[in-house]
């Protein structure tokens, strides 16, 4: 079948979904969205081609749709009726868990019932999200070892005995116990996130299935393994829902579907920058070390029950690599101490980063070492991994025995595959942008303290998004969809193609859908202009609180307030009447789903019920008419300052003759800020008034560019001195 083909098919299955649903007015901009979409897949060459055949085609559509234009059914209609069409299979990835469930729960099985074609869809997890079985069952049991006990709490601290207190330990062999019988009586399904009351991850960690511990179907339990029996659901499915951790964490194993031979929907794309520079990002804990001892003992162990060459280096390995790293952490302390032990009543760990990404020479040797013997120690791993799953296949009667063995090696052994994948960042001096030039890793580390014990931690991360998701997943797309309401940046795509490594993509075409909404009658954007630069915190808080609580006196149903951090929020809350506190809900006093309960109900009862939350409120919350008639905007969402990544981000751009707050800051915000904005009007009813008490908005030049990337609502300016 031809591309013109598919692609016709696939819009006409949109019209007539979309014309069956009833009360349906057509929106022009959704339709527009949908062939674009239809159109740009139906381009793209999926699967395997002939070596004497040019590059495969790839398709990308960069798609801006504003609130209102629906585009979840803009995409998903022509994605799936494509890939039906095509013989293969769409991976729709999300950045919230409310946008996974709103597609999985009720936008796909709404779908499902009207398209022309019946299709199946699942929601994929990570693996640590389901409940390993036989962990389960180990630690549930009574009269467990010591090695076993000391796995339900950890051994951060390198501890050779367990210190916590037996009733915390019978508690949890009690949490463990009744997880296992609700398991065995069907009553739970597996899935961490059904549980009633999901577990801390210090309780979660000792049973979640990992791939590293896991020996597949050689298991005993592998025939009713909870998360082998649901990749039976994703193997079926022909759309699968997952989130761009997932999709960038499982890039090059068999989770989700081949990225070259499936066509892929990346819904809240603005987040997939962010979300990369985290998952490429290392961490590694140079001070508590016990577990690697620990590894040690269980890898020799496997000696009882098989012949295992690579296991003679093991003691070696592990001895040089606490040892080192011990060296390492002394030098940190060495260079850096001072420095640290400045910050130490600031809220957090201190920090100190290497500028230019540029590490003290003495640091490089043991770093060096350390890369070694981590690499030699999981070589070590891998021959006692293939070793322990000949085993158990050649002594099934043992599986039980061997796969609890392997578990109980497996269990660690992500940590040192940590260590050697931050010791490659730390000792890489730079790595291309893609367009020729070299860019530094951000490196720095950190202090705590953990009781009275000393953590340093040693940190290093790309800068660029932009080429590490080229490097690591657009080199296997093959067709794509990006949407999200906020891509452009003060007007243009630019800002968003570069961070997310979709700049000068010959392959790459975008479109920006405006909302239906009609913004200059329904909203009103009220610059309150204050006296304080907001860059002068404890004046312009003051001034700023002061107005905000006369603005609120005034309201009648529901509004949201979103502060830029916990410090103003605390002084805003503090300075509330008596009277208004009853109207309040404070985001850090209650839970999420708690607080919009209650907020609901207030409103509904026609009572003003007022939102202070933090950054977070700021996205995916959907308060349509009187639950959000008011939306206040304390200060402009400039990223924090002290973010490290950011600040060798900058340091480069700076040093290459660039402008880090016009490239960076600037475009940042301005997303943000329309993200932030987009909580006001959410139907093409609703009336809000949105009000801003950061001067710069109206003051400045980038103000001006930072409100030409809002929706065109009616701007007032008023002093906050006026009435």
């Known amino acids: 079948m031809h591309e013109k083909k598919w692609a016709e098919e696939a819009l006409n299955s949109f019209d007539a979904v979309v014309g069956a649903m009833p009360g349906f007015r057509s929106r022009d901009g959704q339709r527009k969205m949908a062939a674009q979409i239809a159109q740009t897949l139906s381009q793209a060459q999926l699967g395997k081609i002939d070596e004497d055949e040019p590059e495969p085609r790839r398709a990308i559509a960069v798609v801006q749709a504003g609130t209102g234009v629906g585009k979840s059914l803009a995409y998903s209609i022509p994605a799936i009726r494509m890939a039906l069409s095509r013989g293969t299979r769409v991976l729709i990835s999300t950045a919230t868990v409310a946008l996974q469930e709103q597609l999985v729960n009720k936008d ?37 070892a010591q090695d076993e006990m000391d796995d339900l709490f950890g051994d951060e601290q390198g501890q050779t005995k367990f210190s916590r207190p037996q009733h915390e330990l019978q508690a949890r062999m009690q949490f463990y116990k009744s997880m296992a019988d609700a398991l065995a009586t069907e009553a739970w399904n597996g899935d961490r996130d059904s549980l009633e009351t999901p577990p801390e991850a210090e309780a979660w960690s000792p049973v979640a299935a990992e791939s590293s511990s896991c020996t597949g179907k050689h298991c005993p339990a592998f025939g009713n393994c909870v998360y082998y029996e649901r990749r039976k659901d994703l193997v079926a499915a022909q759309v699968i829902v997952a989130n761009h951790d997932l999709l960038l964490s499982s890039l090059g194993s068999k989770l ?210 932009g080429s590490t998701l080229r490097q690591h997943l657009w080199s296997q797309v093959r067709g794509a969809v990006l949407t999200s309401a906020t891509l452009t940046s003060c007007g243009h795509f630019d800002f968003f193609l570069r961070e997310a490594g979709l700049a000068n993509d010959a392959s790459v075409t975008t479109l920006e859908v405006p909302s239906p909404f009609d913004y200059a009658r329904q909203g009103t954007l009220v610059a309150r202009e204050t006296v304080s630069d907001p860059r002068e915190a404890a004046r312009f808080t003051e001034e700023m609180v002061e107005a905000l609580l006369n603005d609120l006196s005034r309201i009648e149903a529901g509004a949201l307030v979103l502060f830029t951090s916990r410090e103003q929020m605390r002084q805003a809350v503090d300075a509330l009447s008596t009277s208004m506190r009853n109207q309040v809900l404070v985001q850090t006093a209650l839970p999420r789903q708690t607080l919009l309960a209650r907020h609901r109900e207030a409103v509904a009862m026609g009572e003003p019920s007022i939102i202070f939350g933090m950054q977070s409120f700021g996205e995916g919350l959907d308060l349509p008419g009187a639950l959000c008639e008011s939306l206040f905007i304390t200060k402009l969402p400039f990223a924090p300052p002290d973010d490290p990544v950011g600040e060798a981000r900058a340091e480069w751009l700076r040093s290459s003759g660039r402008n880090p707050f016009n490239e960076l800051v600037v475009p940042a915000t301005a997303i943000r800020l329309a993200q932030w904005v987009g909580r006001a009007i959410r139907t093409e009813e609703d009336q809000a008034h949105v009000y801003c008490y950061d001067r710069r908005l109206t003051g400045t030049s980038y103000g001006q560019l930072l409100i030409k990337g809002l929706p065109p609502f009616t701007l007032q300016k008023r002093p906050v001195s006026m009435p």
């Open 256 to 465: 989700l579907p081949e990225l070259d031979n499936c066509l892929l929907v990346l819904d809240e794309a603005h987040h997939l920058p962010s979300t990369a520079l985290d998952q490429f990002a290392g961490e590694m804990d140079l001070s508590r070390l016990g577990w690697i001892d620990k590894l040690a003992s269980r890898a020799l162990r496997v000696n009882q029950v098989a012949e295992v060459e690579e296991l003679a280096d093991v003691p070696k390995h592990a001895g040089q690599l606490r040892q080192q790293m011990q060296e390492l952490a002394r030098l940190v302390m060495e260079h850096y101490g001072e420095t640290l032990k400045s910050q130490k009543d600031s809220y957090g760990p201190a920090r100190v980063r290497a500028p230019r990404g540029m590490l003290p020479e003495a640091l490089l040797e043991p770093l060096g070492q350390i890369a070694h013997h981590a690499d030699g120690f999981l070589d070590a791993l891998r021959a006692v991994s293939k070793a322990l799953r000949a085993e158990i296949k050649e002594q099934p009667e043992q599986a039980q025995r061997l796969s609890t063995v392997y578990a109980q090696v497996g269990a660690l052994a992500p940590r040192l595959e940590a260590i050697f994948n931050t010791t490659q960042l730390l000792l890489q001096n730079n790595e291309s942008d893609g367009d020729g030039k070299m860019v530094p890793h951000a490196k720095w580390f950190t202090l705590e303290m953990d009781g009275e014990f000393i953590v340093v931690k040693a940190h290093a991360s790309p800068i660029q998004p």
């Open 108 to 144: 796909l099985p709404a779908l499902a019932q009207k398209l022309d074609q019946p299709f199946k869809f699942a929601l994929a997890k990570g693996r640590g999200r389901f409940v390993c079985k036989l962990k389960l069952e180990r630690l549930a049991s009574t009269g467990e």
